[in-house]
């Protein structure tokens, strides 16, 4: 089946610095998001992207379906973007959606 | 408009019972899907519903279930509990049955089993 990996797997920013974060899936999709989770566990939407690139303040999205990644781009990281990063995909297989999550990227932001 | 919202929040149950928890999809959200989240599996697609109808299933044995209702809630029932059972549970609702379809994800429900 489909495998979805992020990386990297732990990332430990300070304050004002800017990263990105990377997902792989290793077959075509029909559908791509990206999520925050918060200390509490609530999953965040931060974009609905299957294709093409996003910007929503400080955050921006990239995904190239055709080569199958896709890119989040943090700038100006702030205490409040701590957190666990997931991309999930949807794609059909064998006459059925499959809901895949990503491995996840554990941030951490330091004041 | 309000979220996705699933209760209880928290749950303590003993291995051997069942449990029921409840989600109610964003309004005017027909499509309702279940995940379990743990520190060893992540998360994990459980299934989906849509017009009252399992339309997916992910990879779990039969003890898992759920259903919707007319109105589109849901509930997903464990029985004869097991200590692996111990994850987060998440909801999340979208408007219709289709692949392209935006998931938006409620608060969750912890589930311990002693």
């Known amino acids: 089946g489909i495998q979805v990996e992020q990386s990297p797997p732990d990332l430990i920013l300070q304050e004002g610095a800017n990263s990105t974060l990377r997902c792989n899936f290793s077959?075509?999709?029909?559908?791509l998001q990206w999520f925050h989770q918060n200390p509490w566990g609530q999953l965040i939407n931060l974009f609905y992207i299957p294709s093409g690139t996003k910007q929503n303040g400080r955050l921006s999205a990239t995904t190239v379906a055709t080569e199958r990644y896709s890119l989040l781009y943090i700038s100006s990281s702030q205490t409040t973007d701590s957190g666990v990063y997931f991309c999930a995909v949807k794609r059909v297989d064998s006459g059925t959606y499959k809901y895949i999550f990503g491995t996840g990227t554990r941030l951490k932001v330091l004041a | 408009k309000a979220g996705v919202t699933q209760t209880p929040r928290y749950l303590i149950k003993t291995r051997g019972q069942q449990v029921t928890l409840s989600c109610s999809p964003i309004s005017g959200h027909r499509s309702v899907s279940w995940y379990q989240q743990t520190p060893g599996q992540g998360l994990q697609f459980l299934f989906e519903?849509?017009?009252?109808?399992?339309?997916n299933k992910g990879n779990f044995p039969g003890r898992f279930s759920g259903r919707q209702f007319s109105n589109s809630r849901s509930e997903m029932n464990v029985s004869t509990l097991e200590l692996g059972d111990s994850a987060l549970y998440l909801c999340?609702?979208?408007?219709?049955?289709?692949?392209?379809?935006?998931?938006?994800f409620g608060p969750g429900t912890r589930l311990t089993v002693l």
């Open positions: 999340a609702s979208s408007p219709r049955q289709s692949i392209y379809n935006e998931q938006f």
């Open positions: 519903y849509f017009s009252e109808t399992q339309r």
């Open positions: 077959d075509s999709v029909n559908n």
